[in-house]
């Protein structure tokens, strides 16, 4: 069966440090990759995706992710993250087989924490 | 940008009732939306797909009778939470394809069962 992992569960940091946050999935075909966040008291926002192309995708807010098919990997990086990026962070992967878009398989989120 | 509205954001009730929660895409036309349920500190489960005009497709062990999904508009998807139990207590987000395979979520319904 698919599933996507996320490696850290709670992450604190000081403001101005650099933000990387693992993603793995299980899934030998072709897959799309997501990463959302949720920022307290919000919704589900997608900060950036991958379907094709350069495996190097730019989101909002200066994220950026890789998408390392080799290691079935999609980790989440951010230079220098700033106290608003205190959230929860979500890995999703649709796999191409799927009938519908909605069959994101989801990771167990990582909270970041950042420290002023 | 695209909206989805859910409504209530938050609802109490007493074991035994039924619970309706409501999502709304606000500014586009949904033909697809998709049910999740998130339990506290863990990840999203996708509960069910909802097609307007059609029957809902359930994932495994989600139960048809217990989460009845009606989509009767292009811009509205219920889910009824029938007899709730404490059990049912949780998070429900519902999510809609705006096009280009991308979901845009709800602020979700917590729902709490006395």
């Known amino acids: 069966a698919q599933s996507v992992s996320q490696h850290n569960h709670h992450v604190i940091l000081s403001e101005a440090a650099s933000l990387e946050l693992g993603c793995n999935y299980s899934?030998?075909?072709?897959?799309?990759l997501f990463w959302y966040v949720q920022y307290p008291g919000q919704h589900l926002q997608l900060l950036l995706k991958y379907f094709s192309g350069d495996p190097l995708v730019k989101g909002i807010k200066g994220f950026e992710a890789e998408f390392i098919k080799s290691k079935f990997s999609f980790n989440l990086r951010k230079p220098s993250v700033q106290w608003s990026d205190t959230a929860e962070y979500f890995c999703a992967v649709n796999a191409f087989r799927s009938s519908n878009t909605g069959k994101l398989i989801f990771g167990q989120g990582t909270t970041l924490q950042v420290k002023p | 940008g695209a909206v989805v509205s859910q409504h209530p954001s938050r609802v109490i009730c007493k074991s035994g009732t039924s619970v309706k929660i409501e999502c709304r895409s606000l500014d586009f036309q949904a033909t697809t939306m998709f049910w999740y349920r998130q339990f506290p500190k863990q990840s999203l489960m996708l509960m069910a797909t909802s097609n307007e005009g059609s029957k809902a497709t359930y994932e495994q062990g989600v139960e048809k009778d217990k989460f009845l999904i009606n989509h009767a508009s292009l811009t509205l998807s219920t889910l009824t939470v029938t007899s709730a139990h404490p059990e049912d207590s949780s998070f429900y987000i519902c999510?809609?394809?705006?096009?280009?395979?991308?979901?845009?979520f709800g602020a979700g319904s917590r729902l709490t069962v006395l």
């Open positions: 999510s809609a394809d705006t096009g280009a395979n991308v979901l845009t």
């Open positions: 899934y030998g075909g072709t897959v799309n």
